[in-house]
């Protein structure tokens, strides 16, 4: 009796039955939490930009970053576009959250203190990253409406939270609310181009006294005081 006659063995007919119940895993799909996976993905993705730059952030280093196969980046982004947009999306993300958290008591100066924590500090990654996305904006149209629509929402917001604070007497009036976000927002974009460059500019002492400065810049101002009449002047009238 020949190997292909030969009865299947009852192991062989169990493995048969399965395969043919269960369907195909798709090729690159990741096992475990989907939000979790791709969260790490943005990170890696988020290091690789700092690293290396836009234009050496190919989805094959993303995959060698957060230590899985280049088909494990795909199965979460389409290409490289997708990946970066995705990543540009997340740092909008971080900024909302301290926004959010800072609209109902109005803390300027913890704002941009978390601000600047947030995308500087010990690890400027997300700051090198965002720089580069930048740079290449102009570049890439999908990718600067993006930043723009981005950007927009952002003022929106923080336009909103700054005229609350100027109706509670903790900003100045004497100049609107957009244009403070906008400058607000300019000053600490500089801060962070120059931390990770100039690091010894940045000490935790001369970071609080910048803050102290910016939150005197925008705060209202102080009445001038009554000038005092001399007693000479005085017994004169």
């Excluded at 490289?80 to 958290?101: C, G, N, P, R, Y």
């Excluded at 981005?150 to 903790?170: D, H, I, N, P, W």
């Amino acid at each position: 009796m020949s190997d292909s006659q030969l009865p299947a063995s009852p192991t062989s007919n169990r493995k048969a039955r399965k395969s043919e119940s269960e369907p195909a895993a798709r090729r690159g799909r990741p096992v475990g939490d989907h939000n979790a996976k791709r969260a790490e993905l943005l990170n890696a993705a988020l290091r690789v930009i700092a690293q290396e730059g836009y234009a050496g952030a190919s989805m094959r280093k993303v995959a060698q970053q957060a230590g899985c196969t280049t088909g494990a980046v795909t199965y979460y982004f389409a290409n490289k576009e997708e990946m970066i947009t995705a990543v540009a999306q997340s740092l909008f993300d971080e900024i909302d959250t301290l926004l959010e958290i800072n609209q109902e008591r109005i803390d300027i100066k913890g704002l941009v203190g978390q601000w600047l924590d947030s995308m500087g500090g010990d690890e400027p990654n997300g700051w090198l990253a965002w720089l580069q996305l930048l740079a290449h904006a102009r570049h890439e149209p999908a990718f600067a409406s993006v930043i723009k629509q981005r950007y927009a929402r952002f003022r929106q917001v923080f336009t909103a939270v700054l005229e609350k604070g100027q109706s509670q007497g903790l900003i100045r009036t004497d100049i609107a609310a957009d244009l403070l976000a906008d400058q607000v927002s300019a000053i600490s974009d500089g801060w962070m181009m120059l931390m990770p460059i100039e690091p010894e500019r940045f000490s935790a002492e001369r970071g609080q006294a910048l803050l102290d400065a910016l939150i005197t810049m925008i705060a209202p101002p102080k009445p001038a005081p009554a000038r005092k009449v001399s007693a000479t002047k005085a017994s004169a009238k």
